[in-house]
């Protein structure tokens, strides 16, 4: 379970970045959370999660209407969460706080740039998404948000192969412009080759490492 894996407690302020999978890490947290009165949002753009289970919340005066359950917050526009101006009143009525924090047009990979992630004040858990299943292939702009800028900063060429040595880079990286002091964890999505998985345990040793597969809900930690 992803509350045991993250180690989740009261007023966690939770936040999601990184590239393919993360509204769908989301929505799994928040949704094993709906026993709490549970924030999610985003601190920039996120696709708006529809689900029965969640009550919505679309502007700031609405505070009053928090639930025990997800409470979608944010302006829905073109059927986008876009956030608001201020979370403060949220986070002091909510007992979990979850947000995506970047965002990839749904590709499994980018580079970002210097103003991202966005990371709310108080933010006390960082959660990278890394998708593997596409190691090895060579790169393209099919797969890779911002390709032109992401081959420069990488020092990569089309065509190269994504390999782990790359994999390692872009986790530092994802993590280089945040300067809190968070718990930073990485999950690496859709793999459970333990050799390729054993490898980047060794590389990353300040990171909280989880592999799995998000549509399975399956999660095992690698080196905590």
């Known amino acids: 379970m992803l509350n045991e894996a993250l180690d989740i407690k009261y ?3 939770i936040a999601i970045i990184g590239s393919g999978g993360k509204t769908t890490f989301a929505y799994n947290l928040a949704k094993q959370n709906q026993d ?3 924030i999610l949002t985003t601190s920039t753009k996120m696709y708006e999660v529809k689900d029965i289970n969640f009550n919505n919340l ?7 209407n928090l639930k025990k359950g997800v409470n979608l917050c944010g302006k829905i526009i073109d059927n986008k969460v876009n956030a608001l101006d201020d979370f403060s009143d949220f986070y002091k009525n909510c007992d979990l706080f979850i947000y995506e924090a970047d965002g990839a047009k749904e590709l499994p990979y980018k580079v970002w740039k210097n103003n991202e992630p966005v990371i709310l004040e ?8 890394i998708p593997l299943h596409l190691l090895n292939y060579q790169l393209n702009e099919n797969f890779i948000h911002r390709f032109d800028d992401f081959l ?10 994504l390999s782990i040595d790359l994999i390692e880079k872009i986790c530092l990286k994802m993590f280089e412009n945040i300067s809190l002091n968070s718990d930073n964890f990485i999950f690496f999505n859709r793999c459970d080759d333990l050799k390729v998985l054993n490898e980047l345990a060794k590389r990353l040793k300040n990171f909280r490492l989880l592999a799995g597969f998000l549509k399975e809900e399956k999660y095992i930690r690698l080196n905590f």
């Open 36 to 38: 709490k009165i549970t």
């Open 122 to 129: 108080n933010t006390n858990k960082i959660i990278g998404i």
């Open 11 to 13: 007023k966690d302020k």
């Open 152 to 161: 420069k900063v990488f020092e990569v060429s089309k065509n190269d192969i």
């Open 58 to 64: 679309y502007n700031q005066t609405s505070i009053i």
